[in-house]
């Protein structure tokens, strides 16, 4: 190989395209801006969402619900994760240990799917009424 040998691959390198210099470059006259109108001019172009001065499409529709700024941080666990878990006080470093929620959660809830069969004690772990209920039958507790 040699310096003078070297070129970029076949098709990687494309000219810039030059418009406005004449009819012989296909892009003459209006440079493919097609006749009159705010596009064609220089400067003359809108912002995202403008529609000619009509009342734009995001301000006639209402606004609706809210994006939770927690939400990422709340982790979900399962009753059949938590009959799999080798340990029986369950806390949310343990739960992190297991692998069943990401670092960056900071609180996790037990959901009623699936089912448990042995005795475990949540703490600092919330749980809906459903899954409250399974823990207690199977002769678990949760402390708040």
């Not at 098709?11 to 004449?22: D, E, K, L, Q």
């Not at 772990?125 to 823990?135: F, R, Y």
């Amino acid at each position: 190989m040699f310096l003078n040998t070297i070129a970029p691959a076949a098709g990687s390198t494309a000219n810039r395209r030059r418009v406005g210099r004449g009819i012989g470059s296909g892009f003459g006259k209006t440079a493919g801006r097609g006749h009159k109108g705010q596009k064609s001019r220089s400067g003359g172009f809108h912002r995202l969402g403008f529609e000619g001065g009509q009342m734009p499409m995001y301000r006639r529709l209402p606004k609706r619900g809210f994006t939770s700024m927690t939400r990422r941080f709340v982790g979900e666990v399962t009753l059949a994760q938590l009959n799999n878990l080798p340990v029986d006080d369950i806390d949310l470093q343990a739960l992190k240990q297991a692998g069943l929620l990401g670092e960056l959660i900071t609180s996790a809830k037990v959901v009623a799917t699936g089912e448990i069969s042995r005795k475990v004690t949540l703490k600092g772990v919330a749980a809906t009424k459903g899954a409250l209920a399974a823990i207690q039958a199977a002769g678990g507790s949760v402390v708040e």
